[in-house]
């Protein structure tokens, strides 16, 4: 499995079981090899990035989700750059 295979099966993920803000970023293979290590972003059409969530890893030889940030704080830690960032996002949605 490449890099953008992990990224592509975390995004579906994403889609599955988050809100459409969050994205999968670069996938970096792991020091033992076996998983890929995909940061969680918040971002934005057009304004990019706001910044890293949690994390999800992912098996090298299938596109198996080994584990991930739990929902719940991937969420609280999307609200707080949401908050930080908000005149940002809203000026550039209004």
């Given at each position: 499995?490449?890099?953008?295979?992990?990224?592509?099966?975390?995004?579906?993920?994403?889609?599955?079981?988050?809100?459409?803000?969050?994205?999968?970023?670069?996938?970096?293979?792991?020091?033992?090899?076996?998983?890929?290590?995909?940061?969680?972003?918040?971002?934005y059409p057009t304004i990019g990035?706001?910044?890293?969530?949690?994390?999800?890893?992912?098996?090298?030889?299938?596109?198996?989700?080994?584990?991930?940030?739990?929902?719940?704080e991937i969420k609280q830690a999307?609200?707080?750059?949401?908050?930080?960032?908000?005149?940002?996002?809203?000026?550039?949605?209004?």
């Open positions: 499995m490449t890099a953008q295979q992990a990224q592509a099966a975390v995004n579906q993920f994403i889609s599955d079981y988050i809100s459409d803000r969050f994205t999968a970023d670069q996938a970096q293979l792991a020091i033992t090899g076996e998983v890929w290590q995909v940061p969680l972003i918040l971002a990035s706001l910044g890293q969530v949690g994390f999800v890893l992912v098996s090298t030889s299938s596109e198996t989700i080994l584990s991930h940030t739990p929902f719940d999307g609200l707080r750059l949401y908050e930080a960032n908000r005149d940002a996002v809203q000026t550039h949605f209004s």
